[in-house]
């Protein structure tokens, strides 16, 4: 069952990404669109109504969604370095 979990975890945050490059024209292929959204909140209004509605979406299921899914983006970058020698 945990391994399931993991898949569509990982299947959500392949779709974020995805969505994030395709439909917001980002040039950071391994940043999720929350993740995003929590990094650019104080940059401009837009990313600021985006993350206050993906946090809005995501309530019922997690607290602080984009601050979690930036902290989450940043981990996986540091461990694809580590795995690189980097």
Not at 33 to 50: D, E, H, Q, V, Y
């Amino acid at each position: 069952m945990e391994k399931a979990l993991q898949y569509f975890v990982r299947l959500g945050d392949a779709v974020s990404q995805l969505v994030n490059v395709a439909f917001f024209f980002s040039d950071n292929p391994n940043e999720s669109l929350s993740g995003r959204a929590w990094r650019n909140r104080n940059k401009s209004r837009f990313w600021g109504i985006m993350k206050a509605v993906i946090d809005f979406i995501a309530y019922p299921f997690e607290r602080d969604h984009c601050e979690k899914s930036h902290l989450a983006d940043v981990t996986r970058a540091g461990r694809l370095l580590r795995n690189q020698g980097l």
